[in-house]
């Protein structure tokens, strides 16, 4: 079975400009997490997604937006870059089902490392 | 709410010798405990995961892990360090949120 995918695996991006980041989960799950990982904040959850809908969210700003698509698949989107945005953003996914972390278990892509200049 | 210290920020060991890396959580209630492993440029992999039952946990890679409710602690173990190992570690808390929250990171140098 194949594992969570990200694309692309690296991005560099100039500061006022916007990004979009690709993530498709391991078949069967549904539910799709995004987090931001710096060396300084560590992982920061930014939002999780499930059957198209947002569940969950982080306390980021409104410029960092999400979406599902109704196969699974997630885009994470980051508007009006700032330098301070440069981080590795893992997406992960799980079964999400009912009965809380016990039976959804994420599991992690490798993550889209991008850089603001 | 939840959370969880990881007290070593490094922690360095020589290949071949026994390692334990900490972590202490904060939870109301019986906690869903995970650690996983990051290596360079890649996301996270679970090693191993406790949920209830036997308190000691068997992983991936040679790997186990204690819980320990008394301490609030669930400490990852492994006795004898491969240079492979050399990576940062992650131990989490999960309980009625679908989303684990995670500690700050232990990164582990393996000196030959």
């Known amino acids: 079975k194949a594992g969570v995918t990200q694309t692309p695996r690296y991005l560099i991006k100039t500061r006022g400009q916007q990004v979009t980041l690709s993530c498709s989960p391991i078949s069967g799950h549904r539910s799709v997490s995004w987090y931001q990982q710096t060396p300084g904040q560590g992982l920061q959850f930014l939002f999780e997604y499930f059957s198209e809908t947002q569940r969950n969210k982080g306390n980021f700003p409104g410029r960092f937006s999400g979406r599902q698509f109704s196969n699974s698949r997630s885009e994470m989107n980051v508007s009006t870059l700032e330098l301070g945005d440069s981080a590795l953003y893992l997406c992960?996914?799980?079964?999400?089902?009912?009965?809380?972390?016990?039976?959804?278990?994420?599991?992690f892509g490798a993550g889209t490392r991008l850089s603001v200049l | 709410a939840q959370s969880v210290t990881q007290p070593d920020i490094h922690i360095t060991v020589s290949e071949g010798a026994s390692l334990e890396l900490r972590c202490n959580y904060s939870?109301?209630?019986?906690?869903?405990l995970f650690w996983y492993v990051q290596s360079p440029g890649q996301g996270l992999q679970l090693l191993l995961k406790y949920f209830s039952g036997d308190t000691l946990v068997q992983g991936i890679k040679g790997f186990e892990a204690e819980f320990k409710r008394s301490q609030s602690s669930f400490n990852l173990r492994k006795p004898s360090v491969h240079w492979s190992d050399a990576a940062e570690y992650f131990c989490a808390v999960g309980g009625g949120s679908y989303i684990p929250t995670f500690g700050r990171g232990t990164s582990l140098i393996v000196h030959p």
């Open positions: 939870y109301g209630a019986t906690p869903y």
């Open positions: 992960a996914s799980s079964l999400g089902l009912a009965g809380g972390p016990a039976k959804n278990i994420q599991y």
